[in-house]
């Protein structure tokens, strides 16, 4: 199925913000002890026959470009991989050497989706999620596949 990728604009914040909250239960995502607010992050789109399908939020700084958030609708047809691949690009052009992300150990679908796209695990930050609750109390205590919310994995893509 062919996407179409294109950076968020103006008239997407209201969709963004939406999209963030039903995903991950509000606008502010944690990573690495740090309290982002996504949605005023740069995002891509991903769209098919005009209907977005799938957003990714991202910062970039100096050291690498870090994936935020990445959701797909429906999962599983081909939307993350056109958003990474469109990432990756993003990330070449503004001179990063990675890209990056942290995501929770419960999160099994992830694991394998960024692996298989040529992302490493590099680091597992034991008991991290017990302090990104300080920050953001709504994480809950288990997370998919019945799996306690305990540590954050960090994934790269070496560019």
């Known amino acids: 199925m062919a996407y179409t990728v294109r950076e968020k604009n103006g008239r997407d914040q209201a969709w963004v913000d ?90 099994l679908d992830a694991l394998r989706f960024y692996q298989r796209r040529g992302f490493s695990l590099v680091a597992v930050h034991r008991n991290a999620v017990a302090q990104a609750r300080k920050l953001k109390p709504s994480i809950r205590a288990v997370g998919n596949y019945g799996i306690p919310l305990v540590d954050e994995v960090e994934l790269e893509h070496v560019l």
């Open 18 to 107: 939406a999209t963030l909250r039903e995903r991950w239960g509000a606008t502010v995502i944690v990573s690495r002890g740090c309290l982002y607010h996504a949605q005023k992050h740069p995002a891509l789109i991903a769209e098919r026959d005009g209907e977005r399908c799938g957003l990714a939020t991202y910062r970039l700084e100096r050291s690498g470009c870090e994936i935020l958030t990445l959701d797909t609708f429906p999962r599983f047809q081909g939307a993350g991989t056109a958003l990474i691949d469109a990432l990756v690009v993003r990330a070449k052009q503004a001179g990063v050497r990675r890209v990056w992300l942290v995501t929770s150990n419960d999160n």
